[in-house]
C-alpha cells in the first residue's frame, strides 16, 4: 500500500509537495527594488515598461495602491521593513556609507532571526545596507546566508560578499540582477523540502543604471525601462523555482520599492506616475511605493487594496504567518499584521503614518488626510526639488497628486491632525540618538596647501 502511494504522489507530481504533505510552515519571499517609482510597473500605469511578472504577481494576488515605505531613503527604510519599527526607534535617520563605522543595532530582533529561531533556513541575496563592519552583516543579524554588495551600487566598496568575507572585488555590475537571481533559485532548490524564508535586494534600478545584454536596448523607456525588466524576468524566475519545486502554493511573495525614484537623474531616475516627488522627499512619491503580494489558493486572485498599508506591517504579517511569536523582539512594534487584509477576511486597524526624513517627521497621514509640515528648500544631493514651502493639508482620497492645498477651507482638519501627530510623537516616547552614518575626510592639509600656492603666486 505504501508502494501505491508513494507511486500516486509522484505521478501528482508538484501539485502534492514535499510541503504540502507534511503541512509545514509557509514560505516567505520578499523582493525588494532600489529606487524603483509607482509608475514603473504595468500594474501601476506603466504603458512604457513590460512587466509580466511582476503585474501577474498582482492579478494572482493583491495590489496595494497605498502603500508606504518608512523613509524616502534607502537604510532607514531597510531596517524598517526587517525590524516592523520606525527607524527613528533604531537611531537609522539616514543612509549609511562607506566610511561608517556604525550599523543596525545588535539588540535589535530581524525578521531573518525571529524565523531563524523557529526553524527557518534564511537567506538575503543583494544589497544590505545596514552596516559593512562584520557585527552588521547579514550573518549576525539572523540570516544562513548572504551574496550581494553591502552599499548601493554608486558608492565606494562595490564589492561582492559571501557571508562575512569578500568575494570578488571586481563587479561587473551589467550582471548584478543576473547574479542575484542564480543566487535565489540555488537557494530555493536547496532549500526545497524546509520552511524558508527568502529576501532579495536589488541594487537596480538605483543609478548608475546597468542591464546585462539580453536586456539591453529592449525596453520603449530606454537603459530604466531595460533595468525594469530584467528585474521583472528575475521575479519571473523565482516564481518559475517555487513552482519547479512544488511551492508555490505554500509560498507567500511580495514584491515592492525601498522608496520612490531619483527623479533628480531625469531618464535615468524613474516615474513617480500621478504621484508629486520622488526619492527624498516626504511628498507621496518619495514614500508610496508599488506593492503587490501573491499566495496563490490563499490570497484572492486581482484584489486591490486602497487604505493604508506599510512596510512596517511586513514584520509583524510575516511573524503570525509563520507563528514566530516565541521568537519575536519584546521591543515595540510599529506595524501592524494585515493577514486579514491578504485573505479579505478585513481591513487594516491603524489610520495613521509618520513621514519621516532624517530624523524628523516632515508630514503625518491619519485616514484620507495628510498633513505636511512647514518645510525649508528640500535638496536632494545639493539640488533643491522642493523650494520652501508652508503648512499643506491634502485629501489623498481626492488628490493622490497632492495638488490642491486644502489648508484655507479646511483649518478644522489641520489643527485635528496636528493633535494626533501630537498623541504620535508622546507615545513614541524617547529615541536613541542619530548614528553616524558618514564621517568626513579632514583636508584641511589640502586647503593649506592651496592658500601657500596662491599666497606664492601673489608675489
Not at 80 to 93: F, M, Q, V
Not at 220 to 238: A, F
Not at 241 to 266: C, M, Q, R
Not at 267 to 279: D, I, N, T
Request: aromatic share 10%; charged share 25%.
Amino acid at each position: 500500500m505504501k508502494k501505491i502511494l508513494l507511486g500516486i504522489i509522484m505521478l501528482a507530481g508538484p501539485a502534492i509537495s514535499f510541503a504540502q504533505q507534511k503541512n509545514v510552515k509557509p514560505n516567505i519571499v520578499v523582493i525588494m527594488a532600489d529606487d524603483l517609482g509607482y509608475g514603473d510597473i504595468g500594474a501601476f500605469g506603466a504603458t512604457d515598461i513590460r512587466t509580466p511578472n511582476i503585474d501577474n504577481l498582482a492579478k494572482t494576488g493583491i495590489k496595494f495602491t497605498s502603500f508606504y515605505s518608512t523613509s524616502p531613503v534607502c537604510s532607514p527604510s531597510r531596517a524598517a521593513l526587517i525590524t516592523g519599527r520606525y527607524p527613528k526607534r533604531l537611531g537609522i535617520d539616514h543612509v549609511f556609507f562607506p566610511e561608517s563605522f556604525t550599523g543596525i543595532p545588535a539588540e535589535e530582533v530581524t525578521i531573518g532571526e525571529a524565523l531563524k529561531g523557529n526553524g527557518y533556513k534564511t537567506a538575503i541575496f543583494g544589497k544590505w545596507h545596514l552596516g559593512h563592519h562584520k557585527k552588521f552583516l547579514p550573518l549576525q543579524n539572523g540570516f544562513d546566508e548572504y551574496y550581494g554588495i553591502p552599499y548601493s551600487n554608486d558608492m565606494m566598496g562595490v564589492v561582492y560578499l559571501r557571508g562575512n568575507d569578500v568575494d570578488s572585488i571586481k563587479v561587473n555590475q551589467n550582471y548584478i540582477t543576473k547574479t542575484y537571481t542564480s543566487e535565489a533559485v540555488k537557494f530555493i532548490d536547496k532549500n526545497k523540502e524546509k520552511p524558508f524564508f527568502l529576501y532579495i535586494t536589488h541594487n537596480m534600478p538605483h543609478v548608475p543604471l546597468y542591464a546585462s545584454p539580453a536586456f539591453e536596448g529592449k525596453s520603449k523607456r530606454g537603459l530604466y525601462g531595460d533595468v525594469i525588466e530584467e528585474i521583472d524576468w528575475s521575479v519571473g524566475e523565482v516564481v518559475k523555482a517555487l513552482k519547479k519545486n512544488g511551492l508555490e502554493e505554500n509560498t507567500l511573495v511580495v514584491f515592492t520599492s525601498d522608496n520612490g525614484p531619483w527623479l533628480i537623474f531625469d531618464v535615468e531616475g524613474g516615474s513617480a506616475g500621478p504621484l508629486r516627488q520622488g526619492k527624498g522627499t516626504t511628498f507621496e512619491g518619495g514614500q508610496r511605493v508599488p506593492t503587490v503580494a501573491s499566495w496563490p489558493g490563499k490570497i484572492k486572485p486581482g484584489t486591490v487594496y486602497d487604505d493604508l498599508a506599510l512596510q512596517l506591517d511586513l514584520y509583524p504579517t510575516i511573524i503570525s504567518l509563520t507563528a514566530s511569536q516565541k521568537t519575536e523582539t519584546k521591543k515595540p512594534i510599529d506595524g501592524e499584521d494585515i493577514s486579514p487584509v491578504l485573505f479579505g477576511t478585513g481591513k487594516r486597524k491603524g489610520k495613521e503614518f509618520a513621514y519621516y526624513s532624517n530624523g524628523k517627521i516632515e508630514a503625518y497621514r491619519n485616514g484620507d488626510w495628510k498633513i505636511r509640515l512647514p518645510q525649508p528648500d528640500t535638496k536632494v544631493t545639493g539640488i533643491t526639488v522642493v523650494p520652501v514651502t508652508d503648512t499643506l493639508l491634502f485629501n489623498l482620497k481626492t488628490d493622490i497628486g497632492e495638488k490642491n492645498n486644502l489648508l484655507k477651507t479646511n483649518p478644522e482638519k489641520a489643527k485635528e491632525l496636528l493633535v494626533s501627530l501630537d498623541l504620535f510623537t508622546k507615545k513614541m516616547g524617547q529615541t536613541p540618538p542619530a548614528l553616524v552614518q558618514q564621517m568626513p575626510a579632514d583636508n584641511s592639509h589640502i586647503k593649506k596647501r592651496a592658500e601657500r600656492a596662491a599666497a606664492k603666486g601673489s608675489k
